[in-house]
T-cell receptor
């Protein structure tokens, strides 16, 4: 069965500092990887997704993520954060047909950007 | 450009009452999902429907039923609400399985349910 672990429940960081939000997954079948962002009182929005090929994926708002198959990780990074990046971030995996196309989410990481 | 529409936005129920959460999408997606979001637990999959006419259990199906009424609509029913079902419920849809496996989910804005 697949599972997604986000290693930090909260990450405080100062504005303009770099940040990394960590995500590890486990699955016995091929998976497809995503990061979503949720602003207060809203639904989730796609930040970026992993496509086969390049292990470095660029998303919206200056975020990027690196897929590491050997470590089964998909960490999210941004070189310089803004106050407006304060939100909750979710890592997610979708299994292919043998997994029934289910998408499973991690518990989320709250990013607090301080002035 | 409605996307995924959920109703109602808020609901308060007493223990034992029943209700149905409605979800509709206008993007011609095959797959639809119901999640619940609780603090510190992320989103947990309740039920999903990979295509019209099929439904399957997710991680936390107990106490819920679903109906995939047609391609557009996927409803979630609580037959006898319990305080443990107090949560924010999200409906989502996707083209995963139709065209590619890395299609993202498109979410509604959620329903805040309180069971007293």
């Amino acid at each position: 069965a697949q599972s997604v672990t986000q290693l930090d429940s909260q990450v405080p960081v100062f504005e303009e500092a770099p940040v990394e939000l960590r995500c590890n997954y486990s699955s016995s079948v091929s998976v497809y990887l995503f990061w979503y962002v949720q602003y207060p009182n809203q639904g989730l929005q796609l930040l970026l997704k992993y496509l086969s090929g390049s292990t470095l994926v660029k998303g919206i708002n200056g975020f990027e993520a690196e897929f590491n198959k050997s470590q089964t990780s998909f960490h999210l990074r941004k070189p310089s954060v803004h106050i407006s990046d304060t939100a909750e971030y979710f890592c997610a995996v979708t299994e292919g047909p043998t997994g029934g196309f289910k998408t499973i989410f991690g518990a989320g990481t709250r990013l607090f950007v301080k002035a | 450009n409605a996307g995924v529409t959920q109703t109602p936005k808020f609901q308060v129920l007493k223990t034992g009452q029943s209700m149905t959460l409605q979800c509709a999408q206008d993007m011609n997606h095959n797959s639809m999902y119901w999640y619940r979001q609780d603090p510190g637990m992320g989103l947990r999959l309740i039920y999903y429907s990979a295509s019209e006419g099929t439904t399957d259990k997710g991680e936390v199906p107990n106490g819920y039923n679903v109906s995939r009424l047609n391609k557009r609509e996927f409803s979630l029913r609580l037959e006898s609400a319990a305080p443990s079902q107090t949560s924010v419920y999200f409906c989502a849809s996707s083209t995963v399985g139709q065209s590619s496996y890395n299609s993202p989910l498109h979410f509604g804005n959620g329903t805040r349910l309180t069971v007293t």
